[in-house]
């Protein structure tokens, strides 16, 4: 795990900036381990020290990495870290400006009276975080396979008269029966005509016989997210649900067949934008393709119609091409990704084909 830091410190060198402050908590976990809800890492060029409260001080020395010491905070953490700045001589310190409110970095600069200067480092650190190493790829494979199997479970569970809410609770229920933490958003479970609502968490809506369902889910698995979709019909659907289907799913695999690295966002998402387009139903793709997983649920990279990412080894993504049709519903199908070796690996396993229930 060294090597977060040593890229992290590449990146600092570059921008002539003594150490970094980190505050905010997918950073702190991916450049320290720890996983708890409140504390300072401050990342020198050649030290790092990660200051907690008395709350946190066993767990951050059995979590933290090697090479980053734990400091119990003196009366505040500003005050503590106010004594590494100048016992170490920090002066040009950066900060997270991507997460960063205004009045925390007013408070900041007010009471750090040993730093000379502040550099916003945007989102610097989340840019490093958009190459997953071996240990995270393995772990986020363990858990999209974790979901594959929610996937199975509950395709047996639904039947017509359920509510929605009945079949969220019982994919959650599962999640962590197999051991994840918990979901990784806030499930998306929308039949009938609410399956034409992008983000249509469950309601007390009831099942009943020609609905689509769409069900988007995730789990978070030893710190990281997974996420997938899959759209099941309710009985005989309408012949139009059918041809949506056809059409998403088609759009769909085709991207996975023409992925390649170094191909952009933006191109990634033209391939399937076209096929819907030409199939009569552009206006009802609305969302963007994809987006980056990882320790967030939504990171770089972006595949949009606007994205300038350049899609490279060890970026892990989704593949979520989708039709909405106000009145009469909707399809999602969505993979995880990523590129190894220059080849494409689909984490997802749960099956395409057409699931009538």
Request: aromatic residues 8%; negative net charge.
């Amino acid at each position: 795990m060294n090597s977060r830091l040593a890229r992290l410190r590449e990146k600092l060198n570059e921008r002539h900036v003594d150490a970094a402050i980190i505050a905010g908590r997918p950073n702190t976990l991916y450049l320290s381990g720890f996983t708890g809800s409140t504390s300072f890492l401050l990342v020198g060029l050649d030290r790092a020290w990660l200051i907690v409260d008395f709350r946190y001080t066993i767990q951050a020395r059995e979590q933290v990495f090697e090479g980053i010491e734990v400091v119990e905070q003196q009366e505040s953490f500003f005050k503590t870290l106010n004594a590494l700045l100048l016992e170490n001589k920090l002066k040009h310190i950066g900060f997270e400006g991507n997460s960063l409110t205004v009045s925390e970095y007013e408070q900041m600069t007010k009471k750090l009276t040993h730093g000379k200067s502040f550099v916003n480092l945007g989102s610097m650190v989340d840019q490093l975080r958009q190459i997953k190493d071996a240990d995270e790829i393995e772990r986020i494979s363990q858990a999209v396979l974790l979901g594959d199997k929610v996937f199975d479970h509950i395709v047996k569970f639904i039947k017509p008269g359920l509510k929605e809410t009945e079949i969220s609770a019982e994919m959650e229920y599962i999640m962590r029966k197999l051991g994840a933490k918990g979901p990784s958003f806030e499930t998306i479970v929308a039949a009938g005509h609410r399956s034409a609502m992008c983000h249509g968490t469950a309601s007390d809506n009831i099942l009943k016989q020609g609905d689509a369902l769409v069900l988007d889910f995730g789990v978070i698995y030893r710190n990281y997210c997974s996420d997938m979709t899959r759209t099941l019909l309710i009985g005989e659907p309408d012949p139009e649900l059918k041809k949506i289907y056809g059409i998403v799913r088609k759009a769909q695999e085709t991207v996975l067949e023409s992925l390649v690295e170094r191909m952009s966002g933006y191109e990634a998402d033209k391939i399937a934008r076209d096929i819907i387009t030409k199939a009569g139903y552009g206006d009802a793709f609305g969302h963007s393709l994809g987006h980056g997983v990882g320790l967030e649920i939504h990171e770089d990279p972006r595949l949009s119609t606007k994205s300038e990412d350049i899609l490279q080894n060890g970026m892990v993504f989704t593949v979520e091409p989708g039709i909405y049709v106000e009145g009469l519903g909707g399809v999602r199908i969505e993979d995880m990704v990523v590129f190894v070796d220059g080849k494409l690996r689909n984490f997802t396993t749960s099956t395409k084909d057409m699931i009538i229930l």
